[in-house]
């Protein structure tokens, strides 16, 4: 088992440039949730999805997008790259059905810098 | 809504030191409560998890008990080393199944 991973391990853009921030989980786990680290300031949920086809918003959606086409995949899309999105972004999996105690398991990051 | 305080760091220890790292949280109805553990470069993992009051849970030394009486969740080590040095993230996970993550905890041991 690979667990999470997480595709590039990090990335400067420029101004206005778009990337995608690739998730893969092999775990076969319905839940999967996109955060981002800023310093000294802990996890803030981006977008989470409780299954394919199904996504929601979370804390700090505005200039992300995601997509669930399948259950092991969960993309996060960043459109014209600003310097506000300089962070760590992490993205993590759960299973559903084992209700609240379900462990989350994290990737193992993409720094992004915005210049 | 849900919500977990940590402790501000950094922790400053020498080796072989008591550790706590105090956290508290407020939630509606039963929640889990989590430990995860964020060494330098790295995601977050696991350290330890309570699912019901009275509680303890427990990983490589580290212990914390569910006390609902006081809705905390402090964890406690006795006796650190330098590898423990690392980020301490709370959390808690009640029915709407999105966890609520305390602003972590920087541990800094020294030799």
């Known amino acids: 088992n690979a667990g999470v991973t997480q595709t590039p391990k990090f990335r400067i853009l420029k101004i206005g440039q778009s990337m995608t921030l690739q998730c893969t989980q092999d775990m076969n786990h319905n839940y999967m949730y996109w955060y981002r680290q800023d310093p000294g300031m802990g996890l803030k949920l981006i977008y989470y999805s409780v299954g394919a086809g199904i996504t929601d918003k979370g804390e700090v959606p505005n200039g992300y997008n995601v997509s669930r086409s399948t259950t092991e995949d969960f993309p996060l899309r960043l459109e014209l790259a600003a310097p506000s999105q300089t962070s760590v972004y992490f993205c993590?999996?759960?299973?559903?059905?084992?209700?609240?105690?379900?462990?989350?398991?994290f990737g193992p990051g993409t720094r992004l810098l915005v210049l | 809504g849900d919500s977990v305080t940590q402790m501000e760091g950094p922790v400053t220890l020498s080796e072989e030191a008591f550790l706590t790292i105090n956290c508290t949280y407020t939630?509606?109805?039963?929640?889990?409560l989590f430990w995860y553990v964020q060494y330098p470069g790295e995601g977050l993992q696991l350290l330890l998890k309570a699912t019901k009051a009275d509680d303890k849970g427990s990983n490589k030394g580290f212990e914390a008990t569910y006390r609902k009486e006081t809705t905390s969740f402090h964890l406690e080590k006795g006796s650190v080393q330098v590898s423990d040095s690392a980020v301490y993230f709370c959390?808690?996970?009640?029915?709407?199944?999105?966890?609520?993550f305390g602003r972590g905890t920087s541990l800094i041991v020294h030799p």
């Open positions: 939630a509606t109805g039963y929640p889990s």
């Open positions: 959390a808690l996970k009640g029915g709407s199944y999105i966890p609520t």
């Open positions: 993590a999996s759960s299973r559903s059905s084992g209700g609240p105690q379900e462990t989350q398991y």
